[in-house]
């Protein structure tokens, strides 16, 4: 096996004395080619996100295959552009950073090589971030706040309530026990026939639906606990659609998806206001509530969370839909956040296909990579 350069050769990050840290992040780990370039200055000095969706629209959900496939594509040309953009050259950076899970390793594995590739050439860090630190530290790049606050997770592979407690610490509250809430966005949409992905077209056929048409589920709402659960709502959502038939046009589509959309703001809500109330006994000074991952972008929920934050005296922070969805700032501010703390990993790191952020929270039934 080759040798690997000692970690010790690696500069250790250093004091700049005024001048900028900046690193270069690298996201692989789902259906985004994705780099950028941060500062601890707070600075996104580039971000570029290539979209596979077209690849797998035919399919109407992601086909890891062509996922990793894409990513070796494009990754060396999304990276040159994100270099470019910030107008700088790898000497100029101080880490590299990337997503080493999790996620579907085929796509992980492109990311964590280029990166590895790019720091053992340019004799620069390297930095393995976990994707959903990314997604839970971006409101310390948007928003400067600090620690701790309470993070609600809403992805297509997540959905996950997390106390941050500081870099690299993290409470549990509550996870999906079966889908993530944007597999079930997903999955509605491809039931009533809307397209892939599903979130934003459930959000634009919502838009003009009446909410209260039918009544679906509020799943574990009233339950203990801070879980989530999506897969009876879905259940009844195809009884529905089933017991139409030929009556599903335009406008019913958009009640039955209003109705959906509305079930599963509240039961977000609930979840939500329960995770509070729990992170308010440990922290009785919690300040702010985070919503982050592709999710948060629908303003529906966006609103009930903001009125859930008012009742409870929290104020919501919900980053810009571009850095909410999967992106390379996220994972180059996590990169930067840890880089600083003085957090590097040697060139032989693995990916990691499972990797919880919290460690000591059991494993959820079925939730695979989304506990
Ligand atoms: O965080 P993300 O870009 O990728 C990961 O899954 O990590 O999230 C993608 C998910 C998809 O399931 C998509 O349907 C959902 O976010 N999504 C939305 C909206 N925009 C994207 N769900 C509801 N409303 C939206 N506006
Ligand atoms: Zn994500």
Request: aromatic share 6%.
């Amino acid at each position: 096996m080759a040798k690997l350069p000692a970690k010790s050769k690696v500069p250790a990050p250093k004091e700049k004395g005024g001048f900028p840290v900046i690193v270069l992040g690298i996201e692989t780990s789902c259906d985004e080619t994705a780099a950028a370039v941060v500062t601890d200055a707070r600075e996104i000095m580039s971000n570029v996100v290539l979209s596979q969706i077209e690849d797998h629209r035919p399919f109407g959900g992601i086909v890891p295959e062509v996922a990793a496939r894409a990513h070796l594509e494009h990754a060396d040309h999304v990276i040159g552009q994100a270099m470019k953009d910030a107008d700088i050259g790898f000497n100029d950076i101080d880490a590299v950073a990337a997503t080493t899970g999790p996620g579907l390793i085929g796509g992980v594995l492109v990311g964590a090589m280029s990166a590895k590739a790019i720091a053992l050439a340019a004799n620069k860090p390297f930095v393995a971030v976990n994707h959903l630190e990314g997604h839970a530290l971006t409101a310390r790049l948007t928003d400067d706040i600090a620690f701790p606050y309470l993070l609600l997770l809403v992805s297509g592979g997540h959905c996950q309530l997390l106390m941050c407690n500081g870099v690299g610490s993290y409470t549990r509250l509550g996870t999906t026990i079966d889908d993530a809430v944007g597999e079930a966005f997903d999955k509605t949409a491809k039931m009533l026939g809307l397209g892939y992905p599903g979130g934003p077209l459930i959000e634009q056929a919502a838009a003009t639906g009446d909410a209260t048409r039918f009544d679906f589920p509020r799943p574990m709402k009233g339950k203990p606990g801070c879980d989530f659960s999506f897969s009876g709502l879905k259940s009844s959502v195809r009884r529905a659609i089933e017991l139409l038939g030929d009556d599903l046009d335009a406008a019913t589509q958009s009640d039955v998806a209003a109705s959906f959309q509305v079930a599963v703001a509240d039961s977000l809500v609930s979840r939500t206001r329960k995770a509070i109330e729990t992170a308010k006994e440990s922290a009785p000074n919690l300040s702010h509530l985070v919503v982050a991952g592709g999710v948060a972008a629908n303003h529906a929920i966006g609103d009930a969370l903001r009125s859930l934050c008012t009742e409870t005296g929290l104020t919501l922070i919900q980053p810009a839909p571009a850095l909410c969805t999967d992106n390379g700032a996220m994972i180059a501010w996590a990169g930067l956040e840890r880089f600083r703390l003085g957090h590097t990993d040697p060139l032989d790191f693995k990916a990691r296909p499972r990797w919880p952020l919290d460690p000591d929270a059991p494993p959820a039934a079925f939730a695979g990579v989304k506990a």
